[in-house]
């Protein structure tokens, strides 16, 4: 449910840099609360709320083979793992969750509403606009939108292209995901592109861009901290040199998690994150790699867009 809450917080992202931002209204009274803006979301409260239908149809390769629902998930020709590094969004078509994405799922029915997405986030001091595929699009206007990163971020890329689609919106195609471990430096079987490097080919007007899960210590983190403290001047120039757009980069933080988290079904507000032998994706270090890039981000010029609401374990 966490990463289509995200969905919610796109919408307020894009919003807020966009002139329509004043076309978002809302007749939802939600005991007189204002309208969140920038981080006052992430202090809230999960509720549970048995009347929410299911948010979309899950599409994989690993627990749920596409080609078993040609009709509902795209296909294009060869959709296996090596061919999802780059890819947009399709009005028609459901786009694939890979990394398991589909795995909360597989324990019942697709078709079914899993009870994990019937909780929904609830600010404390203000009023999260619903989703609305529909007025997404029409927030987002001609802009594209390109998110760069490991399987968590290709996983919010395709929520976000799912949300359009199912909710009515007709804007999933200016949706583009590219996928890098690092940012920019590669792992093994990456294709040999950086986020420079992607910014540069497609000309986006908006870059949403994380790392973390697959980083071990802080070092890790720095390292792809100072890379990119030396790459960005250096593109900005070369974007602008060549015509292109003015790009506005937007860090996303890290999607809070933990082991052996498709055993739950409900959050959790009391849960050790992990011993450090059973952490290979090292989540205990998450809020600390976030840290981190808000220290860069005013250095860098870039947004950090807030997705912490599961880190505030009691």
């Given at each position: 449910?966490?990463?289509?809450?995200?969905?919610?917080?796109?919408?307020?992202?894009?919003?807020?840099?966009?002139?329509?931002?004043?076309?978002?209204?809302?007749?939802?009274n939600n005991e007189n609360l204002?309208?969140?803006?920038?981080?006052a979301y992430t202090k809230g409260r999960w509720i549970r709320d048995t009347t929410l239908k299911k948010s979309f149809y899950c599409c994989g390769w690993d627990e749920f083979d596409f080609r078993h629902d040609p009709e509902k998930c795209y296909n294009n020709t060869d959709y296996s793992?090596?061919?999802?590094?780059l890819f947009k969004g399709s009005n028609?078509?459901?786009a694939h969750s890979g990394g398991h994405g589909c795995a909360c799922d597989a324990k019942g029915s697709r078709n079914s509403t899993n009870p994990r997405e019937q909780y929904t986030w609830k600010p404390d001091?203000?009023?999260?606009?619903?989703?609305?595929g529909k007025k997404f699009c029409d927030i987002l206007g001609n802009r594209t939108v390109l998110i760069v990163g490991d399987s968590t971020l290709q996983q919010v890329a395709v929520t976000l292209i799912n949300m359009i689609s199912t909710w009515e919106g007709r804007c999933a195609d200016q949706i583009t995901f590219?996928?890098?471990?690092?940012?920019?430096?590669?792992?093994?079987?990456?294709?040999?592109?950086?986020?420079?490097?992607?910014?540069?080919?497609?000309?986006?007007?908006?870059?949403?861009f994380s790392a973390g899960a697959h980083l071990h210590d802080f070092g890790d983190m720095y390292s792809v901290m100072e890379n990119l403290r030396k790459l960005f001047p250096p593109m900005r120039a070369n974007v602008l040199q060549n015509g292109h757009k003015n790009v506005s980069m937007v860090w996303k933080t890290q999607n809070p998690g933990h082991v052996t988290c498709d055993s739950f079904k409900e959050p959790q507000t009391h849960?050790?994150?992990?011993?450090?032998?059973?952490?290979?994706?090292?989540?205990?270090?998450?809020?600390?790699?976030?840290?981190l890039s808000r220290n860069y981000s005013t250095i860098m010029n870039y947004e950090v867009s807030l997705i912490r609401i599961e880190y505030q374990y009691y």
């Open positions: 449910r966490l990463i289509l809450q995200i969905s919610s917080v796109l919408q307020l992202l894009i919003s807020a840099n966009t002139q329509s931002s004043k076309s978002i209204t809302s007749d939802h204002p309208k969140c803006y920038q981080n793992h090596a061919n999802l590094f028609d078509r459901l001091n203000c009023y999260l606009e619903p989703w609305n590219a996928k890098s471990y690092f940012l920019t430096f590669k792992k093994w079987g990456e294709k040999k592109k950086n986020i420079v490097e992607y910014v540069e080919d497609i000309n986006p007007d908006i870059v949403i849960y050790t994150l992990a011993k450090p032998e059973m952490d290979n994706y090292c989540w205990n270090l998450h809020p600390t790699f976030d840290e």
